[in-house]
């Protein structure tokens, strides 16, 4: 099941981080980036955090599942969705323990046989 635009509004409402928080939709399913950088999936229409010491730490007791087939565990925030500080500090803590992105390399122009 792919998930809802309308969980995807809902979770940025409740991190309320306004433009540093962005999502791209990737396969029916969303990464969510804080300052271009991946800090968690929305698959099914539940929220998962990237696996860091910042979940470990601030909410070691969140269930773990992998967010889509083949994947490791990760925690799962539902239950931390109406509370906007506490996912807005875990969403933040993550983000300070994830690498800056790779800058893209500029697309090469392909020629065109004649």
């Keep these: 099941m792919a998930t809802d635009p309308d969980f995807i509004d809902y979770v940025a409402e ?3 981080l306004g433009d540093r928080l962005t999502h791209k939709k990737m396969f029916g399913e969303y990464a969510l980036y804080v300052d271009g ?14 696996p860091s010491d910042a979940a470990t730490s601030l909410m070691p007791g969140l269930p773990q599942r ?7 565990d990760y925690p ?3 239950e931390l ?4 500080d506490t996912i807005r500090q875990l969403v933040l803590a993550t983000a300070a323990l994830m690498p800056v ?5 500029p697309a ?7």
């Design 14 to 16: 409740q991190i309320a």
């Design 37 to 50: 950088k991946v800090v968690a999936f929305a698959c099914d229409n539940s929220l998962f955090i990237k």
């Design 66 to 72: 992998p967010p889509y087939p083949g994947a490791k």
């Design 76 to 78: 799962v925030a539902d």
């Design 81 to 84: 969705l109406d509370d906007s």
């Design 101 to 105: 992105p790779k800058p893209r390399k």
């Design 108 to 114: 090469v122009p392909r020629s065109r046989g004649k």
